[in-house]
C-alpha cells in the first residue's frame, strides 16, 4: 500500500509556473512508476504524463510537451510536476498515481489539487 498527498495547486495567471508535489507514504516511490493525470471542468480524467521508477525516462501528451516537466527524488520520496507556460486550458483538478507496472489503470492515487490559470 501506498499513500499519495499531492500539493502546490492555485491561482496563477496565464503564461505563469507552478509546481506541484507528490508526497508518498506506506512504501518507497521507486518501487513504482509515477504519473500525473488531470480532470479539467465537464471532462473526463487525462494522463499528463509519467516518470520512470529511476527518473531516467519521462513521457508528456503533446499539449504539455515543452511546458510540463516531471521529475521523482526517491530519497525525499516525492514526484513533482513542473508547470510553465501555463495556459487557461490547463485548469484542472490534477492527480498523481503510481503503479508497479506504470499501465493504465494505475493502483493507487491522491487526492488531487486544483490548478486554475486565469487568463
Known amino acids: 500500500q501506498v499513500q499519495l498527498v499531492e500539493s502546490g495547486g492555485g491561482l496563477v495567471q496565464a503564461g505563469g509556473s507552478l509546481t506541484l508535489s507528490c508526497a508518498a507514504s506506506?512504501?518507497?516511490?521507486?518501487?513504482?512508476?509515477m504519473g500525473w493525470f488531470r480532470r479539467a471542468p465537464g471532462r473526463e480524467r487525462e494522463f499528463v504524463g509519467l516518470?520512470?521508477?529511476?527518473?531516467?525516462?519521462?513521457h508528456y501528451i503533446d499539449s504539455v510537451k515543452g511546458r510540463f516537466s516531471i521529475s521523482r527524488d526517491n530519497a525525499k520520496n516525492t514526484v513533482y510536476l513542473q508547470m510553465n507556460s501555463l495556459k487557461s486550458e490547463d485548469t484542472a483538478v490534477y492527480y498523481c498515481?503510481?503503479?508497479?507496472?506504470?499501465?493504465?489503470?494505475?493502483?493507487?492515487w491522491g487526492q488531487g489539487t486544483q490548478v486554475t490559470v486565469s487568463s
Open positions: 506506506g512504501r518507497p516511490t521507486s518501487n513504482y512508476v
Open positions: 498515481a503510481a503503479d508497479e507496472s506504470g499501465s493504465l489503470p494505475y493502483h493507487y
Open positions: 516518470i520512470s521508477r529511476n527518473g531516467e525516462t519521462t
